[in-house]
């Protein structure tokens, strides 16, 4: 395990969506059965059953903490003015309720401010949510609120994941399941059991927040690795839900898609991995006014096989030496990027142990206070990278291990497709089929962010799952 992880506005502008469906006629279902989801784009309620289809439904939402929130200057901070952030913070729950999810992973939860989160508790725990709380480290003044309805799920283990570093990040981590059986044989039931985890990345204030990021991912990855081994879930889905403050450009997507992972918003759509569909939908408007996706709901099924956890890594950070500014500003892509660490010899086609340490500290990625390199990863890439066994690292070798994941044309698809019906109950498993996914408000998905939206400068995401049983992964 690793030693730095520790596990423990105006009320007269009314929000456009209700308007529109309470034009429509629709209301929240009263006596609801036992499970229930919010199931189609357009946001009406489908009541389901076990004896139907049922569906697990969950939105993700940084709903930007009043303390950050800039009103009238960089000086000036929502919190300040009660009357806006409590009508926003109303707003914000009214959607919420009305979206019904089985699961809501809120980020930038403003914990330092007892009537916000009394609020919170009343509201939501008045629709039959049990909630969890869990702020950052160092008394930031924010966190993490995990809402699950209590008449759909049952938590069977949490765990507060502390990940110590420079940004003081946190994460969420549940071993939840289904209270209604997704198969019946005889006085037998089988239950939908997931593990599902809420975080928020840190923002990337420079170029080395990438790796800061990286390190974030593999430090959940790992302890979800070790989760699985000590409990024997290795026939759990996977749920991972939170801001990533990284777009499908970056190395995280590129990380967590080579560990199996998809994004359901991306399955939803059909949208693939290449540069072409990368723009298509967007989440986030930040305080420099530039618009990206980095709001993720990722699902890996069991049966999806994965490559080393730990290459994966070292692939990563290659992928992010060659991306770093200081060699896109000089304009040193391909031959040029790679002699950028070649300090003599500049006629050989490599570069030494010496020479690699060096050029990544010019990149400021060795930097202590930044949680750059350390001296042991550095050696670890340098291994991963020589291929042939040489001692140093040729153009190719820095080539080919800087590959994370290829850019697939295909339409990204979720583990069900790629399993067969079987009758028998022996060796099978359950999966999670994405149904549907979708942001709001819909300009988002067109890659447009609407200038009367003020509910947060992120778009809420909402993904549903419907439990697959009797699959089994076809072999080649």
């Not at 540069?275 to 069991?302: K, T």
């Not at 909402?462 to 080649?476: D, I, K, N």
Request: proline letters at 3%; glycine letters at 6%; one cysteine or more.
């Amino acid at each position: 395990m690793d030693q730095d992880l520790e596990v423990q506005p105006d009320q007269s502008n009314p929000n456009p969506y209700f308007a529109k469906q309470l034009k429509r006629g629709r209301r929240l279902p009263t006596g609801q059965p036992l499970y229930s989801a919010t199931c189609f784009r357009d946001g009406s309620i489908s009541t389901v059953s076990a004896s139907t289809d049922i569906c697990v439904s969950c939105t993700t939402f940084n709903i930007l903490a009043p303390i950050y929130k800039r009103m009238n200057g960089e000086d000036c901070r929502e919190s300040q003015f009660r009357d806006f952030w409590l009508s926003r913070n109303e707003r914000i729950l009214e959607m919420l309720c009305w979206r019904n999810s089985s699961i809501i992973c809120l980020q930038e939860f403003w914990l330092g401010n007892n009537e916000l989160v009394r609020l919170y508790e009343q509201q939501l725990g008045s629709v039959g949510y049990e909630m969890f709380q869990l702020a950052r480290t160092n008394n930031k003044g924010d966190g993490l609120l995990t809402a699950i309805k209590n008449d759909q799920l049952r938590v069977l283990d949490y765990r507060e994941v502390l990940f110590h570093d420079c940004g003081d990040r946190v994460a969420q981590f549940f071993h939840v399941q289904s209270l209604v059986p997704v198969h019946k044989k005889g006085h037998q039931a089988r239950f939908q059991e997931m593990l599902l985890l809420n975080t928020h990345l840190l923002f990337p204030h420079n170029s080395n927040c990438c790796l800061i990021r990286l390190r974030q991912v593999f430090k959940i990855l790992n302890y979800l690795e070790h989760y699985k081994v000590e409990h024997g879930l290795f026939s759990v889905p996977i749920i991972l839900c939170g801001d990533w403050n990284g777009s499908k450009r970056g190395q995280v997507y590129k990380f967590l898609r080579s560990q199996g992972f998809v994004s359901s918003y991306d399955v939803a759509h059909q949208y693939t991995d290449n540069d072409i569909d990368a723009h298509r939908w967007i989440s986030h408007r930040n305080h420099r006014g530039n618009v990206c996706g980095v709001d993720f709901i990722w699902l890996l099924n069991p049966i999806k096989q994965t490559c080393s956890l730990a290459e994966s890594w070292k692939q990563a950070v290659f992928g992010i030496i060659k991306l770093q500014s200081k060699l896109r500003e000089a304009g040193l892509k391909g031959k040029d990027a790679f002699s950028f660490f070649k300090s003599k010899n500049l006629y050989e086609d490599n570069v030494t142990l010496h020479e690699f340490h060096e050029g990544l500290r010019r990149l400021g990625l060795t930097q202590k206070e930044l949680e750059g390199l350390t001296k042991e990863e550095i050696g670890d890439l340098m291994l991963a990278a020589d291929f042939n066994g040489d001692g140093v690292i040729g153009y190719d070798e820095f080539q080919v291990a800087s590959k994370v994941v290829s850019r697939s044309s295909a339409p990204l698809r979720d583990a069900s497709n790629e399993m067969t019906r079987k009758d028998t109950l022996n060796g099978l498993e359950t999966v999670l089929d994405v149904k549907d996914a979708f942001l709001y408000p819909p300009e988002v998905e067109q890659g447009r962010w609407p200038e009367n939206y003020s509910l947060s400068d992120h778009a809420p995401l909402t993904a549903v799952f419907s439990p697959v049983y009797g699959m089994r992964q076809v072999v080649a």
